[in-house]
């Protein structure tokens, strides 16, 4: 910045520098000078209709708005004079006058915005004798509570709705008093970021249903953590009352999260009080499953273990922690074998993938960026915070494009490419060889008018950015797709990024919690092992083939399972089951998308019995006799895994060969096993708010009309899906954007646990 | 009475058709300003010179206004014409629609002339079906003679001229929420700044006027600006149509000089009815202080006289009150007008308005408690000058007016619990 483009204002007799333009609110928040407002917030349109922030500058005869006034040079600003207080008073009084003042049996009481600027600027005699306006309350879904009587009109939710959400759901109708702020016909609330309306409403109008009467702001004792859910790692700030989480919020990370969390982090938390949790260790005897105490456990787990020995397979989930991975793989590797992975939902290890993925800039710069090419992903469900970058970027004027099986209800305006899983690669060739790429697939490609604008967009670009995401990495064909992908990227000049599954995906990898030469997570079930460790997943939900895993893990000698609950899948699979610490009990570290290493603290006490992981797997290194399992904190682990990974650099380069063989031939339907975003992991499928909501689908076959025609189906049918000699039975969905030749049956939702691979051939048949 | 400008082919037959407006030289101008080639700022600069000040009323300059548009402009600019006439007592712009539409026609065109615009758009108070209709008339009748569309009268000028209908909404008169509600949104008043000379229609520089200031422009650009400002007085050019209403013979609305004494307005509309006795007059429309007989029939209608009164010209309604009217309860209907019709966006006046409303109509119920009229002094402090737009002043206005010039009456409610104009 220039000189010049500095402003010297004064404020309250204090001479501050400013930015030309900059608004005087942001100004006299940066010096720490406090003015009130409500209406006003720093990532929202501005309003200026609350007229909190009324304040006094030199020459002007009327109070105006610190909000929407911009500083100009020599501005002589009182913020505290007789006039601007008479202002603030008198707006404060207006705001009062219909409110109800329900302080005490308000869930935002303690923490208000109302009730604390009430105590500065309000006055204790009431001058308002008249009956006060009474709203009813509204449902707006199964997230957010609404007492529409405390509302203030300061419409924050409705330009939140519009500006962030994307979707226009909050509106006002209605004039004057008796504006209403709703969502003008009754329906439900389906953003997926909709709880940050919660936090945005100033006042008790809009609420957190799940915490709705459970404490008082005050009994909460705070803790700052990472969410667990995807590759962004949101800040959030966990809110505890004796020894349990009552609720989650966003901390501010303008490099992360802003100020936003999507309402998985925020709501996931009600997992943890899941019924079946693991609440102490439990071994198989007679094939009945009975309690008992960790040194037995342990003990059993040691002898099972070193009899498995090198024949023992890891599969770790990738939302476990950097230290826990870390301990995982350096335990097994002392069994002598090297059969290691987290990637759990992938199923072509034929190495297209770079060696070590990332995100490829970091998540605030993608806003920035001139056009995308999204492939095989779905950010707005899948990262929704990552989503919400997209939009913006898309909103600042950058292109999007998609190319995906199925097509996407986006809240910007984007290309999208619907191409069946089998022709995402002839997709992509297209647009490599309109960009100039050269090479196997390529060469023989098919442009049409689609790809050459989806390549014009990218080779315009002053930057460019081409995403694999999680339906990508899923594929049976991935190889291939991350090779045109990194084809693509080079002759457009785009950079290549990898969005990673989970929320540790990228950890996963800088701690080498994966195969150098032993067997990935494909093969080790493919070719059973003899014993397993596994590590925060459920053999029926988390597997890339759940009938696959569930047979393999049958077939074992020996499984021992590190887990947070207890599920008949696991019961089945295990033979020993050691109750591990969920989210919010045990410190630990993320690397997200971006390569940024977050740790956290725990936030309550493990439940019953349960440990941390990273001790659970520490006490089974000291019974194996393994070197290396010293540590006395997390932190000790955490520093031993850093400096593992420190030969270990983030790194897109893909070197995969283009001529490898399609696996996905495109003859018949293929299924399009995608996960919903309220499945994603065991945490979130046990949440029974967010269970509850519009996103929080139910298995069905969902198909295109053309398809539903062709196999005799229509909507509302019950038909049975058989993938490998696997069948399950489920309602038919018509829906138009699911791609020809393809149907959707999502993985990890009760219904689809017996079926095969989240891609491959299937035949329907009307039950 | 002076039929000039806005009323100068009242005595026609039929006024509002085309072929009768040109026989009183209507379109001459504008076809003198397209084919003789004269530039936009010479436009601009004539209407400057003859003092024309905006009737819908604020009565800023009409030429300074349409001098701030930047006609290089990325975004395209548009005219839009405010014929919402929502202030209660108003009811001239509806004349001008039925009598004289072709006038309002030029003058929007000459006005897309001067700042090169790309449309023209007439927002039209939601009840005004007929004059409506005559105005969509006489648009036909301007598009089918080449006065409008494409190249007119062969200048190569591009420009249309739309209606908008408005729903029945005040506010939708404050320039700014009209614009939203042409835009399709809720009829809300922006923050200003920006002014719409900047940030307009579809964030476009956009000048916005009143019916009777565009009406005016092509007959004192024929005339010249001398030859307006002659009409008038000091400050205040030209004529000015007056909507009398209330206790008067012949309510109507009036063409007259600026500057002339109330008493010949008075007149002009048939003197008191019935033998009513003056007791005082909202000259302005309903936001406009109330004036006491006995000083109004001193003054001229002119801008700062009005002003010099405590009051306003503001929209040229001039209601006519007589001694049978109890001045609690014509301030209750006003109080009630506004409550109704702020727009609900901003706190003083979504709050204040009603409990203005709800005090002065307790007051006239005969519940009034001592501490009232110092309540609703405060009150209306709180909200003046402190709201997004003026409709908070507006509804304060009355109020000062009422206790400024009456404030008897209220006392009287409050220690009788009856109406003095009653006993
Ligand atoms: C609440 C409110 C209502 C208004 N209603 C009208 C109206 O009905 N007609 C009108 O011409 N101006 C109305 N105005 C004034 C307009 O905002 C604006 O000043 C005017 O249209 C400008 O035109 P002029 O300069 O030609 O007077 C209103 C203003 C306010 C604050
Ligand atoms: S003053 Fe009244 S009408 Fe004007 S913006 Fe505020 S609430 Fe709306
Ligand atoms: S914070 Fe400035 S008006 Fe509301």
Redesign the pocket.
């Known amino acids: 910045m220039t000189e010049d483009s500095m402003v010297t204002i004064e404020v309250d007799g204090q001479e501050l520098k400013a930015k030309a333009g900059a608004m005087l609110i942001d100004v006299a928040d940066q010096a720490g000078i406090d003015i009130p407002r409500f209406c006003y917030h720093n990532k929202l349109s501005v309003s200026a209709n609350c007229r909190m922030c009324l304040i006094e500058v030199e020459k002007v005869p009327k109070p105006i708005p610190a909000c929407a006034t911009s500083v100009m040079d020599g501005m002589k600003v009182y913020t505290k004079s007789p006039m601007a207080l008479a202002a603030q008073k008198g707006t404060m009084e207006f705001l009062l006058i219909n409110h109800p003042l329900d302080c005490p049996v308000c869930d935002q009481g303690g923490e208000c915005e109302l009730q604390d600027q009430s105590l500065a600027y309000g006055s204790d005699v009431a001058r308002f004798v008249e009956k006060k306006r009474l709203v009813p309350k509204k449902y707006i879904g199964p997230l957010v509570e609404t007492n529409f009587n405390r509302c203030i009109h300061c419409t924050r939710c409705v330009r939140f709705s519009a500006e962030i959400a994307g979707m226009r759901e909050m509106g006002s109708t209605g004039r004057g008093e008796y504006m209403k702020i709703g969502t003008y016909v009754e329906r439900t609330i389906d953003s997926e970021l909709s709880g940050n309306l919660i936090d945005i409403c100033p006042v008790g109008s809009l609420t957190s249903k799940p915490y709705r009467y459970q404490a008082r702001a005050w009994e909460l004792t705070q803790s700052d953590s990472v969410a667990p859910h995807d590759a962004v790692g949101s800040n959030i700030h966990i809110h505890v009352r004796n020894n349990r989480v009552m609720r989650v919020h966003p901390k501010a990370n303008e490099a992360v999260n802003e100020c936003w969390i999507s309402d998985r982090d925020r709501f996931s938390y009600e997992g943890l009080y899941s019924e079946d949790r693991l609440t102490s260790p439990m071994i198989k005897e007679n094939g009945r499953w009975v309690e008992t105490d960790w040194e037995t456990a342990l003990q059993q787990v040691a002898d099972g273990l070193k009899e498995m020995g090198a024949g023992t397979g890891a599969l770790l989930s990738p939302s476990a922690t950097v230290e826990e991975l870390y301990l995982a793989q350096k335990l097994v590797r002392s069994l002598g074998s090297d059969n290691i992975d987290f990637r759990v939902r992938q199923s072509d290890f034929r190495g297209g993938e770079p060696a070590l993925p990332w995100l490829g800039l970091g998540i605030d710069e993608i806003e920035a960026v001139d056009a995308v090419l999204v492939i095989g992903a779905n950010p707005r469900k899948d990262q929704p915070i990552l989503g919400h970058r997209l939009r913006k970027a898309a909103l600042n004027g950058a292109s999007v494009c998609y190319l995906n099986p199925l097509e996407y209800d986006l809240n910007y305006h984007a290309e999208q490419l619907l191409s069946a899983p089998a022709n995402m690669a002839d997709d992509l060739a297209a647009v490599a060889k309109a960009v100039g790429a050269t090479g196997a697939i390529i060469d023989d490609a098919e442009v049409k008018a689609q790809h050459q604008s989806v390549a014009e967009q990218l080779k315009q670009a002053g930057s460019a950015l081409v995403l694999l995401g999680n339906l990508a990495s899923a594929h049976p064909d991935y190889s291939i797709l991350s090779a045109l992908a990194a084809e693509v990227a080079k002759a457009s000049g785009a950079k290549i990024g990898f969005i990673g599954e989970a929320a540790n995906s990228t950890g996963a990898r800088l701690v080498a919690a994966m195969p150098t030469d032993g067997l990935n997570a494909q093969s080790m079930l493919e070719q059973p092992c003899k014993g397993y460790l596994l590590l925060g997943l459920e053999p029926d939900r988390d597997f890339w083939n759940p009938t696959q895993a569930q047979t393999a893990f049958k077939q074992a000698e020996f499984v021992v399972a590190l887990t947070a609950y207890r599920s008949a899948s696991l019961e089945a699979a295990a033979d020993v089951l050691l109750p591990m610490a969920g989210f919010a009990e045990t410190s630990g570290t993320y690397v997200n998308g971006d390569g940024t290493w977050q740790s956290f603290a725990g936030a309550v006490q493990p439940m019953g019995e349960a440990r941390p992981a990273w001790k659970i797997l520490r006490v089974m290194g000291n019974l194996l006799d393994a070197d290396g399992f010293d540590q006395n904190s997390s932190q000790d682990v955490l520093e031993q895994a850093r400096n593992s990974a420190d030969g270990r650099q983030l790194d897109n380069s893909v070197t995969a060969d283009l001529g490898q063989e399609r696996r996905l031939n495109g003859s018949g339907l293929t299924r399009i096993g995608d996960v919903p975003i309220y499945a994603t992991d065991a945490l979130v499928r046990r949440a029974p708010a967010l269970q509850k909501t519009a996103d929080a689908i139910s298995a069905a076959i969902r198909i295109n009309p053309g398809e539903a025609a062709k196999a005799g189906l229509a909507d509302g049918d019950r038909a049975t899906v058989i993938q490998e000699g696997n069948l399950a039975t489920m309602p038919v969905e018509i829906d138009p954007g699911v791609a020809g030749g393809s149907v959707r049956v999502c993985a990890a939702l009760a219904g689809s646990e017996t079926l095969g691979g989240q891609f491959g051939e299937v035949t329907l048949e009307k039950a | 009475m002076a039929n000039e400008v806005c009323f100068r082919n009242m005595d026609l037959d039929q006024p509002w058709l085309l072929e009768q407006y040109k026989s009183r030289g209507g379109y001459e101008v504008l076809t003198k300003i397209l084919t003789e080639k004269m530039t936009q700022d010479e436009v601009i600069e004539l209407v400057k010179e003859s003092g024309l000040?905006?009737?819908?009323?604020?009565?800023?300059p009409?030429g300074l206004?349409w001098s701030f548009i930047n006609r290089n402009s990325e975004a395209s600019r548009y005219v839009v014409c405010?014929?919402?006439?929502?202030?209660p007592g108003?009811f001239k712009?509806r004349d001008i629609l039925r009598y004289n539409p072709h006038q309002l026609i030029e003058g929007m065109i000459i006005c897309g002339f001067a700042i090169d615009a790309a449309a023209g758009y007439n927002y039209i108070?939601g009840e005004f079906w007929e004059p409506y209709l005559r105005f969509e008339a006489a648009l036909e009748e301007a598009r089918a003679a080449g006065l409008l569309g494409e190249d007119i009268l062969g200048s190569g000028f591009n420009y249309d001229v739309h209606v908008h209908l408005g729903a029945g909404a005040?506010?939708c008169?404050?320039?700014?929420?009209?614009l939203e509600s042409i835009e399709g949104k809720k009829g809300q008043?922006r923050f200003k700044p920006p002014f719409p000379a900047h940030y307009g229609l579809y964030g476009g520089p956009t000048v916005?006027?009143?019916?009777?200031?565009?009406s005016s422009v092509p007959v004192l650009l024929k005339n010249g600006g001398d030859w307006f400002k002659g009409l008038g007085v000091e400050n205040s050019a030209g004529t000015k149509l007056f909507a009398v209403s209330g206790a008067v013979k012949n309510p109507g609305v009036f063409e007259v000089p600026m500057g002339i004494p109330f008493s010949e307005l008075l007149e002009l509309a048939g003197g008191m009815k019935d033998g009513k006795k003056l007791k005082a007059v909202i000259p302005g429309g309903c936001?406009a202080p109330v004036i006491p007989a006995d000083e109004i029939m001193e003054l001229n209608m002119d801008y700062d006289s009005i002003a010099k009164a405590g009051s306003m010209l503001g929209?040229g309604a001039v209601v006519v009150i007589d001694d049978s009217v109890c001045m609690v309860k014509l301030l209750e209907r006003m109080s009630y007008f506004y409550h109704e019709?702020s727009c609900g966006q901003c706190t003083p006046c979504r709050e204040g308005t009603g409990w203005l409303y709800r005090i002065v109509s307790r007051i006239e119920r005969g519940e009034g408690r001592q501490e009232d009229l110092d309540l609703l002094t405060s009150v209306g402090k709180n909200i003046a000058g402190r709201t997004v737009?003026?409709?908070g002043d507006?509804a304060v206005m009355p109020v000062n007016g009422m206790l400024k010039h009456f404030r008897d009456e209220f006392q009287y409610h409050i220690d009788n619990k009856k109406c003095l104009a009653d006993s």
């Open positions: 000040r905006g009737r819908g009323g604020a009565g800023f009409a206004k405010n014929s919402d006439e929502g202030e108003t712009d108070r005040y506010v008169g404050e320039e700014s929420a009209l008043p916005i006027n009143n019916t009777e200031t565009l936001s929209s019709e737009c003026a409709l507006a």
